[in-house]
């Protein structure tokens, strides 16, 4: 099967130091994929450089295909690469059904051609907000949230693309075991239901085996060992 | 920032009922003027919010395209001789390509750097305006510098009232404007941006896309009133293009609060009015507004608005937080389905 995500020889060093060397990687879609590794070993650079959140220093990456290696965060979430952040960024002025209608919206207006409305995002909004189990929460403001909402928000604001491919950047940390339970189902079943392949960077070895496919190790800014689950 | 503020209809009626029937009460000319500016600079005010306040690009610039659809509109009915209409609709347009190329060249920059560049923009635009007589008028006469460029007007004396509901006018449909922008996807993508640019381009939000249309917008809305100060000034002046008056701008965002469109309008009226209306030198005017900044800075850094919005919510709170009522309004201003 052909690869939907490609990545070859990506390097990366900030100054002097060399955060990536020479990385290649392949997700097949639909594919369940976890990235473990120490800390400071490059998992959250080399997830930026996927995102398109970082230019890398060499290597190119490829989406179905086409190269993306130059395509920003924001184009590569349109075409259907999502990513959530280690350390959610949330809207301080917006209520948690706004902030999944900024991304609907933009992607209505990406179906449309004519460009999305607020309306467009209405319906999607309330599905997805009871999907993630927000929707009590809907009018809140995302500065009032709790840990376990703000990971939630940001997998909902991951799902609104309807995407191809999930890059989770350690999406599981610190939340509790009610709530990891919820987003384990719901990863689960965006992947069994709607064939989203995921990027899971984790620290937690169980989890990625129950979640994933395929775990690929990362040390010093090298792909050291890859194992099938 | 939070949205737009929910204005209760009734409110709104009776302030825009006050403004109608103020006139009948035979004021004298000077105080028809003082409002008369004080509607201009309302809606310039409320247009600094739609850049500074709604989509978080603050702007210590905004003067620019204020003053460049005041100088094109001088320009081109003294110079070129074009038809009143046609001048007005060219220096909009003109302001908004000003805006458009501000916020091209801030795209990449954040924060404190986009306030320094639209102060240095403003600036050259300021000096350039000041420092040079660049038109020979008719008979002579050197125009520019800081005696400023005249506007040819298709009438002589227009009686104060005329130009008060003229004024009164624009304000009440660029303030509608302005608000149906903030309320819109296209708003709601823009506070989006002021609130968190990165969680905005994860979200597919091509951010320098929408922080030009945020200049753009608000720039063309400033070039309205800076259309409108120079037809009832009756010239365009190197002040219209003044830091004092980006300031003025920023001030009244501040203490109204900034992102609810309807708290700025507010403040400029009600410290334009004051303040001019006490007869006081422009350097003590430029005081009082420096010291109403920092009053609001220091002690409701929300402004009125969000200090009433903040005041509201603990009280909500005290009484039991409860869900909004169908069809009413929550906490962030968000209609309820």
Redesign the interface.
């Known amino acids: 099967m052909s690869a939907l995500l490609s990545a070859e020889g990506i390097s990366k060093s900030f100054g002097d130091t060399q955060v990536l060397s020479g990385i290649s990687l392949s997700i097949a879609p639909g594919e369940p994929v976890g990235l473990f590794g120490p800390n400071g070993s490059g998992k959250t650079t080399l997830v930026n450089i996927l ?1 398109g ?1 970082l230019p890398p220093d060499a290597g190119t990456v490829r989406f179905d295909g086409k190269e993306i290696t130059r395509l ?4 590569r ?2 075409l259907g690469i ?2 959530t ?1 280690q350390i ?8 948690v ?3 999944v ?3 609907l ?6 179906r449309k051609e004519g ?4 309306e ?3 319906g999607p909004a309330e599905d997805l907000l009871a999907r993630t189990g927000l929707f009590d929460q809907r ?1 809140v ?1 995302c500065a009032r949230l709790s840990q376990g909402c703000l990971r939630r928000l940001e997998f909902a ?1 991951g799902l ?2 309807r995407p191809r491919l999930l890059i989770l950047d350690e999406i599981f940390s610190a939340l509790s075991a009610a709530d990891e339970g919820d987003l384990t189902a719901l990863l689960r079943a965006a992947n069994r239901d709607e064939g989203t392949a995921f990027l899971l960077v984790s620290h937690n070895p169980p989890l990625l085996k129950g979640l994933c496919r395929r775990i690929l190790v990362l040390e010093e800014g090298r792909i050291v060992r890859e194992r099938n689950v | ?3 737009a503020a929910p204005v209760s209809v009734g409110w709104l009626a009776a302030g825009i009922g006050l403004l109608l029937l103020f006139p009948l009460s035979s004021p004298d000319a000077f105080l028809l003027d003082v409002f008369t500016t004080g509607f201009l600079l309302a809606a310039f005010a409320a247009s600094w919010d739609v850049v500074g306040g709604v989509s978080g690009q603050i702007t210590l610039g905004h003067a620019l395209p204020f003053g460049a659809a005041a100088y094109a509109c001088a320009l081109l009915t003294s110079l070129a001789g074009w038809p009143l209409p046609l001048a007005v609709a060219a220096a909009i347009l003109l302001a908004a390509a000003v805006g458009m190329g501000i916020g091209a060249l801030s795209a990449p920059l954040a924060g404190p750097f986009v306030a320094l560049l639209t102060l240095a923009l403003g600036e050259i635009a300021h000096e350039a305006a000041v420092g040079h007589t660049f038109f020979s008028g008719p008979g002579g006469y050197a125009w520019g510098g800081e005696g400023g460029i005249p506007v040819a007007l298709p009438w002589r004396d227009a009686p104060p009232f005329s130009s008060y509901y003229a004024a009164l006018a624009f304000l009440c449909l660029a303030s509608f404007g302005m608000l149906r922008l903030s309320r ?3 708003g ?2 823009l ?2 941006v ?3 640019p ?10 320098a896309r929408f922080k030009r249309l945020a200049f753009a917008a608000g720039s063309a809305f400033a070039g309205a009133a800076g259309a409108g100060f120079a037809l009832h000034m009756g010239r365009a002046t190197a002040t219209d293009l003044s830091l004092e008056l980006s300031f003025q701008a920023a001030t009244f965002a501040a203490v109204g609060g900034r ?1 609810t469109i309807a708290g700025p309008v507010v403040a400029a009226l009600v410290l334009h009015v004051l303040f001019q209306g006490l007869y006081l030198p422009p350097s003590a005017r430029v005081l009082l507004y420096a010291l109403t900044l920092l009053v609001t800075l220091r002690f409701f850094p929300g402004g009125v608005v969000g200090t009433a919005r903040e005041l509201a919510s603990r009280l909500g709170r005290r009484d039991g937080t409860r ?2 009522r169908r069809g009413g309004r ?3 201003g ?1 209609g ?2």
């Not at chain 1, 920003?72 to 184009?75: I, K, M, N, Q």
């Not at chain 1, 460009?115 to 607020?118: A, E, F, Y």
């Open positions: 995102s959140l920003p965060l924001d184009a979430y349109r999502a990513r952040f959610p960024h949330p809207y301080p002025g917006l209520s059904r706004e902030a209608r900024v991304a919206t933009v992607n209505a207006g990406k460009g999305g409305t607020r467009d995002a209405e009018f403001p604001r609104a693309c | 920032m939070r949205s819109s996807g296209a709601l993508i506070r989006a002021a609130g968190s990165i969680t905005a381009q994860a979200s597919g939000v091509p951010i992102g869900p909004a929550n906490r962030t968000e309820t389905r």
